[in-house]
């Protein structure tokens, strides 16, 4: 039998590994065996290395401590594509339920309630509402998806945890959002707008959490081994060191971190209720804004990973697949977005002359319209409204050198679509209630795109030649 001398070094073989729980496994387990000084398991190499001590190690030994903790010794092979036909059957049954539930919400004229109104503070209920309404809609793609990615590969690896321990980690992520949003709340009440990211960071931020999203749903579809291997995982300084509380416990500690850390991802409805807490001055008030609009979301971001945490069975195994499409999906969307606000199109130069804020009009005043209205020599004036369904009219027409003056009206200041976002212009908006301005002079033709501050909501400037 062979041995491994004192103050050297082995690399073993390992088969079966599929997350960072297994690293910490096997870490513990050849870490029992005597003689073994250090242990370093590398889930994505298919291998330990093994530091020996002050005496020699048998090779039966860490074969045998492999074996218990579930594992087998030697060189895997993981190929690009799965060769189980079963999983694209799976995902072809995913993509079709997403379809008829997509066809389902089209023919019903499904839409979500708004509650912003020209003339409503913002207070701690009127923050619990639109967190409802946050919870529950589509503008939820970013952090909603995000947690169906996480929970869905958190109950697919641990089909061993009862359902309750399968939950505490969404309880946890949500305890988590709520303290750390009224926090973090509290503190841009108090400091105004330090906290407040720029649109670059934002969008290196999207551009992150897409493709984390993108790299987990392959992971929960099965649809490549290979890529699953890379998936990101929380860091080791937050897992249990325990093989047992490994069996038993979930990692609590990181989805409380990754609650609190939401705040900082750019959904729409997260970056208005920002802005009210900032310009309330005060920390009390900007703590209940943030908190308060937190609570609202975390039944529809419960309800997300409560319901990943009870399939099981047949039925789990089309309901991940359906989840992994999902999450493919929406990870495809937040890069798209991300990449669009670091590099938008080329489009016509333009310079912000000015931007205010009026009081709403009064009833009766004359709606917005379409197009380009000449107000006097040389300046024009366009007019859009934004409601919680987004801009209309959503394609507005200037002429190159004009003084434009864009006027907003918001119907709906507690929703996705106020954070207007001009990249080519390099304005970023978050509307008021009632009327917004924004002044500015394109320099030559084509389209200036704009959308909100997702990109869920479009709309395009188009500048003719100048007139004659």
Same mark, same amino acid.
């Given at each position: 039998m062979a041995h491994h001398p004192a103050h050297g070094a082995v690399i073993l073989p390992i088969r079966g590994m599929t997350c960072r729980s297994c690293e910490l496994l096997l870490e513990e387990s050849l870490g029992a065996v005597p003689g073994v000084k250090h242990v370093r398991v590398r889930r994505t190499r298919s291998c330990a290395t093994i530091v020996i001590g002050d005496q020699s190690v048998d090779e039966a030994a860490l074969e045998r401590a492999v074996e218990?903790?579930?594992?087998?010794?030697?060189?895997?092979?993981?190929?690009?594509?799965s060769r189980d036909l079963a999983v694209y059957f799976h995902v072809i049954l995913g993509i079709a339920v997403i379809g008829i539930v997509a066809l389902?919400?089209?023919?019903g004229g499904f839409s979500l309630p708004s509650f912003g109104t020209s003339s409503t503070s913002m207070t701690s209920s009127v923050a619990l509402l639109v967190g409802l309404t946050a919870g529950f809609s589509t503008c939820m793609a970013l952090i909603g998806g995000l947690v169906l990615a996480v929970s869905a590969r958190f109950s697919k690896d641990n089909h061993h945890l009862t359902r309750w321990q399968k939950f505490q980690p969404h309880l946890a992520f949500n305890v988590g959002r709520i303290v750390g949003f009224g926090v973090l709340g509290g503190l841009l009440g108090s400091l105004g707008s330090v906290l407040q990211l720029s649109d670059?960071?934002?969008?290196?931020? =999207? +551009?992150?959490?897409? /493709?984390?999203?993108l790299l987990i749903g392959i992971k929960i579809t099965e649809i490549s081994p290979r890529?699953?291997?890379?998936?990101? =995982? +929380?860091?080791?300084? /937050?897992?249990?060191?325990?093989?047992d509380a490994l069996r038993s416990s979930p990692p609590v500690v990181g989805a409380v971190a990754s609650g609190a850390l939401t705040f900082f991802l750019p959904c729409g409805f997260t970056l208005a209720m920002q802005l009210a807490a900032m310009n309330s001055g005060s920390f009390d008030a900007g703590a209940l804004t943030m908190a308060a609009f937190a609570l609202g979301t975390a039944p529809g971001?419960?309800?997300?990973?409560g319901l990943t945490s009870v399939v099981h069975g047949r039925f789990a195994k089309v309901f991940f697949a359906t989840a992994g499409v999902l999450v493919i999906g929406l990870g495809i969307f937040n890069l798209r977005t991300g990449y669009a606000t670091l590099f938008p199109p080329t489009a016509t130069a333009g310079v912000v002359l000015t931007g205010s804020q009026t009081p709403s009009p009064q009833p009766g005043a004359t709606q917005p319209g379409a197009g380009a209205a000449p107000v006097a020599a040389g300046t024009e004036t366009?007019?859009?409204t934004q409601s919680g369904s987004g801009y209309s009219p959503s394609t507005l027409t200037v002429h190159a050198g004009s003084h434009v003056r864009w006027e907003i009206t918001s119907t709906d200041a507690y929703t996705c679509a106020s954070g207007i976002r001009v990249?080519?212009?390099g304005i970023a908006k978050q509307l008021a209630a009632g009327q917004n301005v924004i002044e500015f002079i394109p320099q030559q033709e084509g389209d200036i795109p704009f959308s909100c501050s997702m990109g869920m909501y479009r709309g395009?400037?188009?500048?003719?030649?100048?007139s004659t």
């Open positions: 218990e903790a579930g594992y087998s010794v030697g060189h895997e092979h993981v190929p690009w594509l389902g919400l089209g023919l670059r960071v934002i969008a290196l931020l =999207t +551009l992150v959490v897409g /493709l984390v999203m890529i699953a291997r890379f998936t990101p =995982t +929380l860091p080791r300084f /937050l897992q249990w060191k325990r093989g971001l419960l309800g997300i990973g366009i007019t859009m990249p080519s212009l395009t400037i188009k500048v003719l030649p100048r």
